[in-house]
């Protein structure tokens, strides 16, 4: 696959900015494109003079550039063909991300398995199974027991919701793929908070999409910004629950007042995850015509896969048919058990909520002692913080972090357009002390960088 000089501009965003020499912050950001996937292994990269021209910088600089990429081994050349894009030999590419040996990572935003109560879960779950032996096994809009679980829990929360409004899908990610292929024509607009949950990025970008971003500021979403972007889509996604990745909650006001005027998808994955403010209503008491994603992934765990889409029955219609091409259904035994779960309220559990604030705390007390600089505000929910450094550093900080021992998922992971060059997104799920060594390993990469010396050679992958 031949990659256009164009394409590579696009992806690389602002590059330019930051300290040390252009070529270095050029190969960097190259390699973490590669790295996450973005430039895809065994494309070719434009010519030197091609590239150089589409980013408006010398062909010195792009020359230098590639040859780092060449000498660390993410891009191999031929003569009279261009270069080609892989990874470097030996065993690091076959090493999932944070598997090595003491590395931290960051990159992850979602909480290991609550032990005790899953076995519970699944015995239960496994009790039940039997009830299901006489049918096929095969059902798209879910198991009863978990569409009524999930229905009873919007009914806690003070929205009235059947069975028929619901269907289970294989996590939230899987929900908002089929939803994009039911509302989202090829071309098609989509407004989205900017930063945004980056697989839902993805998600639009193959759909082919032209996705209009509204910018979530510090002081939160501007409703006359996304209502004037919403009379001109056909499609809006937002995530006002403890948003990810800044970890801000939509008030209660805004929600009553705002009108998109397009279909719009709400991401109630992090809802459960309040830890300083009352758990927020649910989006939909307000805009009754709105779709909700929910899952377990980031409440109960992610190893569950188990989502949903709460909407009107006429469209779960449309859903079921679209799933039919790419599964089948979602496993029952974990369907039984997410509904064991859930109808025991565990995906609300006081014990998790306070182990988070905990983790959050020292996370940001380690912010303050190593990265003062650094500004971090603590989120009321969620799992992430979204902490902004002075300088445009965030590639080349994700792309040297490997080095001291910690991979991090870069802020333009987080947006379009190359945005988010000082921004980091910090997850809060690891244990404490974890936290802290990888803060002070963050500081170390950061000092490493500032004063230019940056040899990595290992890679970080994006989750
Ligand atoms: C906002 C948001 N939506 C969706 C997902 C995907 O969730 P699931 O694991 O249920 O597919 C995530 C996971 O990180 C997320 O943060």
Redesign the pocket.
Known sequence: MRIGSHAVARMLGVWREGPGPAHQRLSDRLRLLILDGRIPLGGTLPSERDLAEALGTSRTTVGSAFRTLVDSGYVSTRARTRATVRLPDGPVPERPSGTDEGTIDLSF??PAAPVRILHAAFAAAVEQLPRHFERHGYDRYGTVELREAVARSYERRGLPTRPDHILVTN????A?ALLARVLLAPRGRVVLDHPT?P??LTIFSEARARIVPVALTPNGWDAEQLEAAGRQADFAYL?PDFH?PTGMCMPSSLRRQLRLGCPTVI?E??TDLALDVPHPEPFALHSPAAVSVG?V??SIW?GL?V?WIRARPSLLERVEKVRLTTDLGTPVVEQLATAYLLERNQSRRPEMLRQLRSQRDALSRALSEHLPQVHAPRPAGGVTMWATFPEPVSSRLAAVAPDHGVTLAAGPRFGVGGAFERHVRLPFTLPAPQLIEAVRRIAQAEQALTQGVTGIHAPARMA
């Open positions: 935003a979602a996590g939230a990610q899987h908002l949950y697989h839902a995530i990810n991401d994955t992090m899952s992934s980031k992610g896969r989502g």
